[in-house]
Antibody, heavy 118, light 108 residues
Framework: QVLLVQSGAEVKKPGTSVRLSCKPS????????IHWVRQVPGQRLEWMGL????????EYSQTFQGRLTITRDTSARTVSLDLRSLRSDDTAVYYCARDGRGYYFDYWGQGTRVTVSS | ELMLTQSPGTLSLSPGEGATLSCRAS???????IAWYQQKPGQAPRLLIY???RRATGIPDRFSGSGSGTDFTLTITRLEPEDFAVYFCQQYAGLRCTFGQGTKLEIK
């Protein structure tokens, strides 16, 4: 079955960076884009960006432009998210999700909690 | 930015009853690019509906979606105990996909 397994929880200080990973399985890795969506406590879900796994092309929400990089490692079949210059309001659960052929999300990872605190 | 507003914020119903959840867009959603998700505490969202009315794989037929333009509805007939959760709508027609704030479906 389709699974997306994410890396574990992180605690970071403001101004630092975090790298999260997502490892899909159960389908051909190169055939679906992967998105990142975050859920800040008490706020609505927020789309961050995506990577087209076949060619590495990325799209980012303007909210995160300059702070966010999404990459993929085709040999390791892994997608990564790097978020820089962390702030306390980046505290959230971060999800990777498979593109359902149209910018909706048909399978989700289990989520990674990131806490940004001094 | 295309904004989504869900109503009601909380819906209190009993198992066996039917539920109607609303999602209203600030402008017309092209091609009815609306999806609905269910989220239980501590879990990731689960896709229920896409394209406004298409059930995702494995979703029971008691879940149905409808609507067009700016008004969309998720209907759940004959609520089961496992259906009590938070439901989000999402649009993916705009330059940036956005989500509604959620409707909590709780047991009465």
């Amino acid at each position: 079955q389709v699974l997306l397994v994410q890396s574990g929880a992180e605690v970071k200080k403001p101004g630092t960076s975090v790298r999260l990973s997502c490892k899909p399985s159960g389908y051909a890795f190169n055939t679906y884009a992967i998105h990142w969506v975050r859920q800040v406590p008490g706020q609505r879900l927020e789309w961050m960006g995506l990577i087209h796994v076949d060619n590495g092309n990325t799209e980012y929400s303007q909210t995160f432009q300059g702070r966010l990089t999404i990459t993929r490692d085709t040999s390791a079949r892994t997608v990564s998210l790097d978020l820089r210059s962390l702030r306390s309001d980046d505290t959230a659960v971060y999800y990777c999700a498979r593109d359902g052929r149209g910018y909706y999300f048909d399978y989700w990872g289990q989520g990674t909690r990131v806490t940004v605190s001094s | 930015e295309l904004m989504l507003t869900q109503s009601p914020g909380t819906l209190s119903l009993s198992p066996g009853e039917g539920a109607t959840l609303s999602c209203r867009a600030s402008q017309s959603v092209g091609n009815a690019y609306i999806a609905w998700y269910q989220q239980k505490p501590g879990q990731a969202p689960r896709l229920l509906i896409y394209g406004a009315s298409r059930r995702a794989t494995g979703i029971p037929d008691r879940f149905s979606g409808s609507g067009s333009g700016t008004d969309f509805t998720l209907t759940i007939t004959r609520l089961e105990p496992e259906d009590f959760a938070v439901y989000f709508c999402q649009q993916y027609a705009g330059l940036r996909c956005t989500f509604g704030q959620g409707t909590k479906l709780e047991i009465k």
